[in-house]
Nanobody, 122 residues
């Protein structure tokens, strides 16, 4: 059983930065494809970014050029560096893992963290 724990959320002013972390336990992290998703109140969960086990990154259009996903296999951790934050980035951010292949579809992911809240003030 894979367990994922996110951290790093908080309150930030528009234009500011935050770095989210997600640490995995219970499996071979270096084999996982990892993803970040977010869900704002009243909205569906949406894809933010993903990184393959080979560290190939992909991004949703709204965050391209502002967010950076990375992984450190020695620490079993995936990061989401968020810069130039906008009020519309406010949401609960979730990390997820799966073995099938890099994907932006939440249905592909098998394991999920509990989420971390990001609030962006205007």
């Amino acid at each position: 059983q894979v367990q994922l724990v996110e951290s790093g959320g908080g309150l930030v002013q528009a234009g500011g930065s935050l770095t989210l972390s997600c640490t995995a336990s219970g499996g071979t992290f270096s084999r996982y494809h990892m993803g970040w998703f977010r869900q704002a109140p009243g909205k569906e969960r949406e894809f933010v970014a993903a990184v393959s086990y080979r560290a190939t990154a992909s991004y949703a259009d709204p965050v391209k050029g502002r967010f950076t996903i990375s992984r450190d296999n020695s620490k079993n951790t995936v990061y989401l560096q968020m810069d130039s934050l906008k009020p519309e980035d406010a949401a609960v951010y979730y990390c997820a893992s799966q073995f099938r292949g890099a994907s932006s579809s939440s249905g592909v992911y098998d394991y999920w963290g509990q989420g971390t809240q990001v609030t962006v003030s205007s």
